[in-house]
């Protein structure tokens, strides 16, 4: 087998784990959607809008939420406010995540 072959058979086979590694993760059984306002405390725009956020009722800050990417018309500033959906997922063995969708602050 050539070096041609042992490659694509290599690269057939991590993304073949990357696949079931992804479908192993476990799936929310419940989603609700709740809109919060929270303050632009940093953006970081490189190729993708990475903003930390501040939750105004809480007071709890969310690092590095994924907006989106080439916002390149973005207005996000740094103390601006917005409203953004707050996603509480719920899991089959009752656990919760608390997570922010960010990605309304992205304009393409």
């Known amino acids: 087998m050539d070096l041609k072959h042992k490659l694509l058979l290599g ?3 991590a993304f073949g784990f990357v ?3 992804h479908e192993l993760q476990p799936k929310p ?4 959607r709740t809109p919060q306002m929270f303050e632009v405390l940093s953006s970081n725009f490189e190729s ?3 903003v ?6 809480t007071g ?18 740094v103390g601006s406010r917005w409203e953004l959906p707050a996603v509480t997922d ?5 656990s919760l995540r608390y997570r922010v969708d960010a990605r309304s602050l992205c304009r393409r």
């Open 29 to 32: 059984v419940s989603s609700t």
């Open 60 to 77: 709890r800050v969310h690092r590095l939420v994924y907006a989106g990417k080439r916002c390149y018309g973005s207005s996000v500033r």
């Open 48 to 50: 993708r809008l990475y």
């Open 19 to 21: 696949l079931l590694v």
């Open 52 to 57: 930390d956020l501040r939750n105004l009722d």
């Open 90 to 94: 719920q899991y089959k063995d009752g």
């Open 11 to 13: 690269f057939m086979a």
